[in-house]
Nanobody
Framework: QVQLVESGGGLVQAGGSLRLSCAVS????????IDWYRQAPGKQREWVGI???????NYAASMKGRFAISRDNARNTVYLQMNDLKPEDTAIYFC?????????WGQGTQVTVSS
């Protein structure tokens, strides 16, 4: 059974940093790319970025330069490092994967940035 479990969210002041984790089980982690998404209150889910199975990354334009995705294949975990956080970054953050075109999502972790 594929499971993705996010952690690391919380309350942070504007300008601060957080590192989110996504622990993955139930699939061949080293063969899988992982996305991060976020959903702010009243808004549609928004793509944040991706790390491929080979470690290449790509980001949404608004996150480039502030957010960084990495992976630890020994721990089956993907990280989202978020720096210089802004109140508009407040959202629930989800990790996602779609091996063989089937979607799997974590339960999400709340990030709240105060001004």
């Amino acid at each position: 059974q594929v499971q993705l479990v996010e952690s690391g969210g919380g309350l942070v002041q504007a300008g601060g940093s957080l590192r989110l984790s996504c622990a993955v089980s139930g699939l061949s982690f080293t063969d899988t790319g992982i996305d991060w998404y976020r959903q702010a209150p009243g808004k549609q889910r928004e793509w944040v970025g991706i790390i491929t199975e080979s470690g290449h990354t790509n980001y949404a334009a608004s996150m480039k330069g502030r957010f960084a995705i990495s992976r630890d294949n020994a721990r089956n975990t993907v990280y989202l490092q978020m720096n210089d956080l802004k109140p508009e970054d407040t959202a629930i953050y989800f990790c996602h994967t779609s091996p063989f075109s089937r979607d799997y999502w974590g339960q999400g972790t709340q990030v709240t940035v105060s001004s």
